[in-house]
């Protein structure tokens, strides 16, 4: 009998990690997951699946433990997920970002080197890398001008995976995801802000929103859309960067727009600028181009902007409708059930 093909993935309770986890297993992987031992372990969003996937107790900080959990795996790919994710926190952390999502490349690769060097790898690598953006759209070729310590250790994690790549003939990918959200994503993300808040604020549970830059823009896409980019990448013999993007930028006001409008709120009752909430350094104007991606991989988003941010909405109003009065959870959910539509449209 063959040997089902084995991945492994780190920060698998993650979004990403989670919506991958999903695809492989679909795709008849074996899939086995990285996870931190912390105090306070959250699993929500692998719940579904726990019995489904080998978790590995393992640090991107602990070259060892990255070696061990290669070992006990044997992946035939490596998705390295895992990073310090949230741009504001990385203001209060820098050190410890860098440490993680820069140099914690560095030993994932190192530790394949040592155990897997057949294996195939994909490195989770940023928009936020173009920061002060020299065109627009961004490109694969297009130069990195990154405004803030996530966007700097997001860049060396790239290069470094681009420099095994060519150093010791590694099949190493990096793929430059734009932003994308789901209703998996962290409450401390802006999109999940604001269809968290929409929901609740339709059920009484809260009163009002605060926002800092309205005006900001992104390029937002649906995660569930963009993991598949990433298998997608790995199954070519080559390996490459690509970027993976809708190609249109909406405003955080036009977010917040679509989500009151799906919980059928007045934008002006509820909604407050907050200086405080604004960066130290805002990006430019963030929108890539996948054509290489679809004239390669064959891969196009299949889900739109505003069908994202309606269903999330859906999703956080089913959440907390189930949840009585819960305080809003710190970081993301679980995958949600059934929809229920607030608005018929």
Not at 114 to 121: D, I, K, M, Q
Not at 182 to 192: A, K, N, W
Not at 282 to 290: K, M, N, T
Not at 315 to 328: K, M, Q, S
């Amino acid at each position: 009998m063959a040997r089902r093909r084995c991945a492994l993935i780190t920060g698998i309770t993650g979004q990403d990690g989670s919506y991958l986890a999903d695809l492989l297993l679909e795709r008849g992987y074996e899939v086995h997951g990285m996870v931190r031992r912390s105090s306070t372990e959250r699993f929500e969003r692998i719940e579904h699946l726990r019995d489904r996937v080998s978790l590995h107790q393992a640090d991107l900080l602990d070259h060892r433990s990255l070696v061990d959990a290669l070992r006990a795996a044997q992946p035939d790919e490596i998705y390295n997920l895992a990073a310090m994710s949230f741009v504001a926190v990385s203001w209060i952390q820098p050190t410890l970002t860098a440490e993680f999502t820069g140099v914690g490349v560095t030993r994932m690769l190192e530790a394949m080197r040592e155990v897997c060097p057949e294996a195939r790898f994909y490195q989770a690598s940023s928009s936020e890398m173009f920061g002060r953006v020299r065109e627009v759209p961004q490109t694969e070729l297009t130069p990195l001008h990154p405004r803030s310590p996530y966007g700097v250790a997001k860049a060396y994690g790239h290069f470094i995976t681009v420099n095994y790549r060519e150093s010791y003939d590694l099949h190493a990918t990096s793929g430059i995801l734009f932003n994308h959200e789901s209703p998996r994503r962290g409450l401390e993300f802006v999109t999940r802000k604001i269809t968290w808040h929409a929901a609740a604020i339709r059920l009484g549970l809260a009163s009002e929103l605060h926002l800092g830059n309205l005006d900001a823009e992104r390029d937002w896409g649906y995660a569930q859309d963009y993991v598949e980019a990433m298998w997608m990448m790995l199954q070519r013999d080559e390996p490459e960067d690509y970027v993976i993007a809708t190609g249109v930028a909406h405003s955080v006001r036009e977010c917040v727009e679509v989500a009151f409008d799906q919980a059928g709120l007045a934008l002006d009752r509820h909604v407050v600028l907050d200086e405080s909430l604004r960066r130290p350094a805002e990006v430019d104007h963030l929108v890539g181009d996948a054509s290489k991606a679809k004239r390669l991989l064959g891969w196009e988003p299949r889900t739109g902007f505003e069908e994202l941010i309606r269903l999330m909405v859906d999703a956080d109003y089913e959440l907390l409708t189930a949840g009585a009065h819960a305080p809003p959870p710190s970081i993301g959910v679980s995958r949600p059930g059934p929809r229920t539509t607030l608005r018929q449209r």
